[in-house]
């Protein structure tokens, strides 16, 4: 996702740092002194302008969800919509998620979410793709014990990686959809802004897997 610098961005963060994160290794093992109860953590990596996390802690109040996203104009924009929610159970972070090992404690995790995440078609940028086996890794040790990884996406050649790679690595699968809104895991299915833009042109997979 590309976008426009935001003048405005850098001051909105440092102005709503109790609900934005932009140090988080401060945080590592201690995330949910930043939520009003402790409750099940759920991360998204690659939040964009953050419609689904946003709506996501509304349908799910007994869940605290951390959003990270990696550019500043992007977070943004999810910070407002996250302002005006009013909503006490998302908390964002600032930075890159290749990092998300030294976020957070061992099993500090109950799931992760991908969405749509950025599909890095050429071969030598696969480590790149937030499924890669070193990500892979990453997540495994923050995740606890059968802890989920849900991922979705519209492209189907990152799709098949993901597949392969998520194999390769040991995971299992719980469920596998081919086209997501023309199947019972559209039940309770939370858009994106690009699961929104893009699910005219063709369909919408998604996969649910944990480590063994
Ligand atoms: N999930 C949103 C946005 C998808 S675009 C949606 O479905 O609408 C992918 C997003 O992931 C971009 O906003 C990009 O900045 C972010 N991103 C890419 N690599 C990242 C990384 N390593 N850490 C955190 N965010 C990342």
């Not at 610098?5 to 140090?23: E, G, L, N």
């Not at 407002?80 to 890159?96: F, H, I, P, W």
């Not at 793709?129 to 059968?146: A, D, E, I």
């Amino acid at each position: 996702m590309r976008v426009r610098k935001k003048p405005w961005a850098a001051q909105y963060i440092k102005d709503h740092a109790d609900q934005i994160v932009t140090d988080p290794e401060t945080q590592l093992g201690h995330w949910q002194d930043r939520f009003p109860s402790e409750q099940p953590l759920q991360v998204e990596i690659g939040i964009g302008k953050g419609q689904f996390i946003v709506e996501m802690a509304r349908q799910h109040p007994d869940i605290n969800f951390l959003g990270i996203e990696i550019q500043e104009s992007v977070i943004a924009t999810a910070l407002r919509k996250l302002v005006e929610s009013g909503l006490a159970n998302v908390q964002l972070v600032e930075t890159d998620g290749a990092n998300v090992d030294t976020l957070f404690a061992p099993a500090e995790v109950d799931q992760l979410f991908l969405n749509f995440s950025d599909p890095w078609p050429k071969k030598r940028h696969a480590k790149r793709r937030l499924t890669s086996p070193n990500f892979l890794s990453h997540y495994q040790n923050v995740l606890k014990k059968n802890g989920r990884i849900q991922f979705k996406t519209d492209n189907r050649g990152l799709f098949e990686y993901s597949l392969m790679s998520f194999n390769h690595f040991g995971l299992e699968f719980d469920r596998v959809w081919l086209d997501l809104h023309n199947s019972d895991g559209n039940v309770g299915n939370v858009q994106t802004e690009y699961e929104e833009k893009f699910s005219s042109k063709g369909p919408i997979y998604e996969l649910i897997a944990h480590f063994k």
